[in-house]
Nanobody, 117 residues
Framework: QVQLVESGGGLVQAGGSLRLSCAVS????????MGWYRQAPGKQRELVAA???????NYASSVKGRFTIARDNAKNTVYLQMNSLKPEDTAVYYC???????????WGQGTQVTVSS
């Protein structure tokens, strides 16, 4: 049973920073691509950043240059460093393993990020 546990969210002013963490248990973490998603109220969940098993990142255009995804295979953890946050970044953030661009596992509880203007 794979568990995804997201943490690190909070309330921050526009222009601020947060670092999200996602601890993954119960799967072969090293070989899976991992992604960070977000879901704002009334909107569909969207993939904002992904990282291959080898550490190559990709970003949605809306966050490119502001967010950085990283992984620590020794800790089975993936991170999302978010800088220059904007009110439109407000959402619940989730992580998941990816097969192509498709999430593999059941979703965790997510972590709320709220950016005030």
């Amino acid at each position: 049973q794979v568990q995804l546990v997201e943490s690190g969210g909070g309330l921050v002013q526009a222009g601020g920073s947060l670092r999200l963490s996602c601890a993954v248990s119960g799967n072969n973490f090293r070989t899976n691509a991992m992604g960070w998603y977000r879901q704002a109220p009334g909107k569909q969940r969207e993939l904002v950043a992904a990282i291959t098993g080898g550490g190559s990142p990709n970003y949605a255009s809306s966050v490119k240059g502001r967010f950085t995804i990283a992984r620590d295979n020794a800790k089975n953890t993936v991170y999302l460093q978010m800088n220059s946050l904007k009110p439109e970044d407000t959402a619940v953030y989730y992580c998941n393993a990816l097969r192509g661009l498709v999430p593999i596992f059941s979703w965790g509880q997510g972590t709320q990020v709220t950016v005030s203007s």
